[in-house]
């Protein structure tokens, strides 16, 4: 698609408002799909298998992040590997527009799972290619917020505003009818690889050999607790700083501890204590 047809998307961030990731969509995440094939050694690439916007821990793909990579590039031609829950609304944004506006061609490839803020991400592109058991995720803007009646009805607006834009776009790249993509914005729509061809979200078909699957049960697990603690009201940096000891070390990578791997077991315990905070929040 000529990227130049794309309408370049703007929001200003609300500080009474905040984007976190639905816990349904995480459930159905599954980190460890990653690209296993080999292109050529000066091919460009960019991985985006991680929330989008700075995570609790630091981690998580933001657009400070993508900015940097596109300049090193230099306008080279580049291909993203994208597998994301989504995240961040604004972080999405940014990078739909640097994709947009990169000079040269960005070839996206879903291998897994677009949702979100990361199928605004994936529409910048010149060509969307998606693995048939691949889903794009498409919605209304979701954030947690607080603050007084006027705050709210301020936010609210807002996410119109927001809507309307993102509406706006995804019928400008798929050709849709614009109240057709307002209607799967509305039902919270999952799209599967076939569906997203058919209705224009993606061009074609990743190569057959493009995914491949690893064990980050660890990395699962722990999201999984701590969109159960936020719900249960506990602030972001008591998150963070439980977290961290969970994890081990603030920076420690996804693949295993610092001085041991993650196993079935640990990943038991912290579903296990997942459950537990998530029945206190009922209670």
């Known amino acids: 698609m000529d990227k130049s047809k794309l309408p370049v998307l703007n929001a200003h961030p609300n500080s009474k408002a905040s984007f976190q990731i639905h816990a349904s969509v995480m459930?159905?995440?599954?980190?460890?799909?990653?690209a296993a094939a080999k292109g050529d050694e000066d091919e460009a690439t960019i991985s985006i298998f991680d929330v989008i916007g700075q995570n609790w821990d630091?981690?998580?793909?933001?657009?400070?992040?993508?900015?940097?990579?596109?300049?090193?590039?230099g306008g080279r031609d580049v291909t993203v590997n994208m597998n994301s829950p989504g995240g961040n609304l604004f972080d999405g944004i940014a990078i739909y527009n640097m994709f947009r506006e990169y000079k040269g061609?960005?070839?996206?490839?879903v291998i897994g799972m677009a949702a979100s803020a990361a199928s605004l991400i994936a529409m910048g592109a010149d060509e969307v290619r998606i693995a048939r058991?691949?889903?794009?995720?498409?919605?209304?803007?979701?954030c947690v917020a607080v603050g007084n009646a006027h705050d709210f009805r301020e936010i609210a607006d807002q996410n119109d505003e927001f809507d309307g834009a993102m509406a706006e776009m995804y019928a400008t790249r798929t050709g849709?009818?614009?109240?057709?993509?307002?209607?799967?914005?509305?039902a919270e729509s999952w799209i599967n690889g076939t569906s997203a061809i058919d209705q224009g979200f993606?061009?074609?078909y990743t190569p057959a050999d493009q995914v491949a699957e690893k064990s980050s049960a660890k990395a699962s697990a722990i999201h999984r607790l701590d969109q159960t603690l936020a719900k249960a009201g506990m602030p972001r940096s008591e998150r963070r700083q439980l977290l961290q000891e969970i994890k081990g070390t603030p920076s420690a990578v996804q693949d295993g501890m610092p001085s041991a791997a993650f196993s079935a077991a640990?990943?038991?315990q912290l579903l296990a204590l997942t459950a537990r905070f998530g029945a206190a929040a009922k209670a």
């Not at 614009?178 to 509305?186: G, I, N, T």
Request: with cysteine; net charge neutral; proline share 2%.
């Open 27 to 34: 459930d159905r995440w599954n980190p460890g799909l990653y």
């Open 58 to 73: 630091g981690e998580g793909f933001s657009d400070k992040k993508c900015a940097g990579i596109l300049r090193n590039l």
């Open 105 to 109: 061609k960005v070839t996206v490839n």
């Open 133 to 142: 058991s691949a889903f794009f995720m498409v919605h209304n803007c979701w």
């Open 176 to 186: 849709m009818d614009v109240k057709k993509v307002k209607a799967l914005l509305d």
């Open 202 to 204: 993606a061009d074609d």
């Open 266 to 268: 640990d990943a038991a």
